[in-house]
């Protein structure tokens, strides 16, 4: 059974740090891993990651993937309270309609 | 870009009754989306996916009568939960492709439904 699971599920931090959140995953068929940051509605996209070592930055986030070790971490520097929200880890498979097999996520609580 | 729109974004209903959540995307055509279903302090669980012009495919454990899937046009796709009853309580979030076999989904904005 394909799984994706993130580490901590929650985490309380303050203004100004930086965090480290994990995702592992054993799936058949790998073809990416998506990051995406859920506040109180839907899911909005940060990064889509397919190969190793390569790391991804936008802003104060940045995201690298380890297809051997298989697992990924996105990084938040100087953390601000905008950032609370949980952040999701998601696997896409090689098939016909490439589904996302999602992780638990982790909820981030940034305090001033 | 890649905006996708859900409708309605809450919804009351009693048990017995049938809603209908419509799911678009706005500035792009999605051959195929998908309709995912989130309960509380849970991770997204994919129920079904849906290509333009052909029956959904569902996840096991998800009762294709029960959830009705019609996705008539290259920008709309709608979920109707028949026979409503409280354990289908939940929040209800599609997303769609920018092509078959893309793996960015981009996020509805979701529909929380609740009944009665």
């Known amino acids: 059974e394909d799984k994706v699971v993130q580490s901590p599920l929650s985490l309380v931090v303050h203004e100004g740090d930086t965090v480290t959140l994990n995702c592992s995953y054993e799936v058949t068929n790998f073809r990416s891993l998506l990051w995406y940051k859920q506040e109180k509605k839907a899911p909005t996209f940060l990064f889509m990651l397919?190969?190793?070592?390569i790391e991804k930055k936008s802003g104060r986030l940045s995201s690298i993937l380890d297809k051997k070790e298989l697992f990924s971490i996105l990084n938040i520097t100087a953390t601000q309270t905008g950032d609370s929200a949980v952040y999701l880890c998601a696997v896409a498979l090689w098939s016909g309609n490439t589904p996302l097999v999602f992780g638990k996520g982790t909820r981030l609580s940034v305090i001033a | 870009g890649a905006v996708v729109s859900q409708h309605p974004s809450r919804v009351i209903c009693k048990s017995g009754t049938s809603v209908k959540i419509e799911c678009r995307s706005l500035?792009?055509?999605?051959?195929?989306m998908f309709w995912y279903r989130q309960f509380p302090k849970q991770s997204l669980m994919l129920m079904a996916t849906s290509n333009e012009g052909s029956k959904a495919t569902y996840e096991q454990g998800v009762e294709k009568d029960k959830f009705l899937i019609n996705h008539a046009s290259l920008t709309l796709s709608t979920l109707t939960v028949t026979s409503a009853h409280p354990e289908d309580s939940s929040f209800y979030i599609c997303s769609a492709t920018t092509g078959t076999g893309v793996e960015t989904q981009y996020f509805g904005p979701g529909t929380r439904l609740l009944v009665l």
């Open positions: 500035d792009f055509q999605a051959t195929t």
């Open positions: 397919t190969s190793s070592g």
